[in-house]
């Protein structure tokens, strides 16, 4: 030190302190400032205002490259509006930070289950898996990514250790029924969600789900009883009005069918999530055919032909649209054989 200072003298010694001090309290500005970027971005959350959020957490990021909590966050709103691929670069990017936090792979391998990429998804379930054990969360997601895979067997097992672990996992007992719904054990379907329900009467997706299930059994009056009580609960689901909306303007017992109340409730399910749901429009297709609108029924199924990328779909829309353009709504046959709830996604 006496070397330095015989070197560069007291004055220069004095202009590196000040230079120090100066970059410590910008350091801890940045810091402080980030911190307020991510408490206004998670207000933003908890409002449902997503693309703000986005827009605070990035903030926070640019101050502080290592606000592990940004990251998460900002992940889980591009989650919300679609943008799995973005969320998979942030969740990433939380890991880099922090290796051993055996969330964030839960988090990202349900982006990877948005993508379908079942397998990838499964990775981070079983590294969550391997750093804790006891999630009940990690299982109940790798019941999901075993469900997109078809292979229900091994998604009731893991849906059936997360309810071991957590006995009041009503999410992991409404995926349990929807995986037995898809094995044509409609039964066993109904008792999961309603226990679902017995831990979480607020679950919507155990209601709407148990409304399907009623559905494939021909019960329509219990579905329907089960749609409404649904949307009581969640008037943003837009799973649920389209649910709805499909029997009424399909349903095979002409007694429920209803083509004014279906368009009503696909509008709103179209709306929810801006016209880009083929399904959805498909589903107000077939409302506007019951209602006798088989011109709006033939515009809206090409829009959905034009709007899908899946073959699968556009071959379902393809025969519905040749109903509509010979001036007939199209009608179910009978129950439906398989119970995929299209809320799974979700």
Same mark, same amino acid.
């Given at each position: 030190?006496?070397?330095?200072?015989?070197?560069?003298?007291?004055?220069?010694?004095?202009?590196? $302190?000040?230079?120090?001090? !100066? *970059?410590?309290?910008?350091?801890?500005?940045?810091?402080?400032?980030?911190?307020?970027?991510?408490?206004?971005?998670?207000?933003?959350?908890?409002?449902?205002?997503?693309?703000?959020?986005?827009?605070?957490?990035?903030?926070?990021?640019?101050?502080?490259?290592?606000?592990? #909590?940004? +990251?998460?966050?900002?992940?889980?709103?591009?989650?919300?509006?679609?943008? !799995?691929? /973005?969320?998979?670069?942030?969740?990433?990017?939380?890991? &880099?930070?922090?290796?051993k936090d055996h $969330?964030?792979?839960?988090?990202?391998?349900?982006?990877?289950?948005?993508?379908?990429?079942?397998?990838?998804?499964?990775?981070?379930?079983?590294?969550?898996?391997?750093?804790?054990?006891?999630?009940?969360?990690?299982?109940?997601?790798?019941?999901?990514?075993?469900?997109?895979?078809?292979?229900?067997?091994? $998604?009731?097992?893991?849906? %059936?250790?997360?309810i071991s672990l957590?006995?009041?996992?009503?999410?992991?007992?409404? /995926?349990?029924g929807t995986a037995?719904?898809?094995?044509?054990?409609?039964? @066993?379907?109904?008792?999961?969600?309603?226990?679902?329900?017995?831990?979480?009467?607020? /679950?919507?997706?155990?209601?709407?789900?148990?409304?399907?299930?009623? #559905?494939?059994?021909?019960?329509?009056?219990?579905?329907?009883?089960?749609?409404?009580?649904?949307?009581?609960?969640?008037?943003?689901?837009?799973?649920?009005?389209?649910?709805?909306?499909?029997?009424? $303007?399909?349903?095979?017992?002409?007694? +429920?069918?209803?083509?004014?109340?279906?368009?009503?409730?696909?509008? #709103?399910?179209?709306?929810?999530?801006?016209?880009?749901?083929?399904?959805?429009?498909?589903?107000?297709?077939?409302?506007?055919?019951?209602?006798?609108? !088989?011109? *709006?029924?033939? #515009?809206?199924?090409?829009?959905?032909?034009?709007?899908?990328?899946?073959?699968?779909? &556009?071959? &379902?829309? *393809? %025969?519905?649209?040749? !109903?509509? *353009?010979?001036?007939?709504?199209?009608?179910?046959?009978?129950?439906?054989?398989?119970?995929?709830? @299209? /809320?799974?996604?979700?």
């Open positions: 030190m006496l070397i330095i200072v015989n070197r560069l003298g007291r004055s220069h010694i004095a202009f590196l $302190a000040l230079f120090m001090l !100066f *970059q410590l309290h910008t350091v801890s500005n940045s810091a402080e400032y980030a911190s307020t970027y991510f408490n206004s971005g998670h207000n933003s959350f908890r409002q449902h205002e997503y693309n703000k959020a986005i827009k605070e957490f990035s903030k926070a990021i640019q101050l502080d490259s290592k606000h592990v #909590k940004s +990251y998460i966050f900002r992940g889980d709103s591009y989650g919300r509006i679609g943008e !799995f691929d /973005n969320a998979i670069k942030d969740y990433t990017e939380a890991i &880099k930070l922090t290796p $969330a964030i792979y839960t988090k990202r391998g349900s982006a990877w289950s948005q993508k379908r990429k079942y397998d990838k998804a499964l990775s981070d379930y079983s590294e969550a898996i391997k750093l804790n054990p006891k999630s009940s969360d990690a299982y109940n997601s790798r019941g999901i990514a075993y469900s997109g895979k078809g292979e229900y067997d091994k $998604a009731i097992k893991a849906y %059936t250790t997360a957590d006995i009041k996992n009503s999410t992991a007992y409404s /995926n349990r037995w719904g898809n094995k044509g054990n409609y039964d @066993k379907a109904i008792a999961n969600y309603t226990l679902a329900m017995l831990f979480d009467w607020n /679950n919507a997706h155990a209601c709407n789900s148990r409304g399907v299930a009623y #559905k494939f059994k021909g019960e329509y009056s219990k579905a329907i009883r089960d749609y409404k009580k649904a949307a009581q609960i969640d008037p943003e689901n837009k799973w649920i009005y389209d649910q709805h909306a499909w029997l009424l $303007a399909t349903c095979v017992d002409e007694t +429920y069918r209803n083509g004014e109340k279906a368009v009503e409730l696909a509008e #709103k399910s179209c709306r929810l999530t801006e016209w880009k749901n083929a399904r959805f429009i498909s589903t107000l297709s077939a409302a506007y055919a019951e209602a006798g609108n !088989f011109e *709006q029924a033939v #515009k809206h199924e090409e829009r959905a032909i034009n709007l899908t990328e899946l073959e699968e779909d &556009k071959s &379902k829309f *393809q %025969t519905r649209l040749t !109903f509509y *353009q010979s001036g007939k709504p199209f009608h179910e046959k009978t129950p439906d054989q398989s119970v995929k709830n @299209k /809320n799974s996604d979700d």
